[in-house]
């Protein structure tokens, strides 16, 4: 779904408290999770006038495998339903 919001459009939000907001996204591909994390620090800095953002360690994940008993390359460890 792709909306087109004009700056025009968006009143700025006045301070009126701190707010900190932690997000996780997870994805095979690197490079989705940075364009997706550009398009929402562009809205947030149309939208808010004092915006700042903290950059938290960058965290990667590795997944688990077992070789199996015959030989036959590898499976998760942990069966899936």
């Not at 792709?2 to 700056?7: E, W």
């Not at 997706?36 to 688990?64: G, R, Y």
Request: glycine share 4%; net charge negative.
């Amino acid at each position: 779904m792709q909306v087109d919001i004009k700056k025009e459009e968006l009143e700025p939000i006045k301070h009126t408290e701190l707010m900190k907001v932690h997000i996780d996204l997870a994805s095979i591909n690197k490079d989705q999770i940075i364009l997706a994390c550009a398009k929402f620090e562009d809205f947030l800095k149309n939208s808010i006038d004092d915006f700042t953002k903290e950059n938290m360690p960058e965290q990667i994940a590795e997944v688990p495998t077992l070789k199996t008993p015959c030989g036959q390359g590898k499976k998760l460890g942990q069966n899936i339903s």
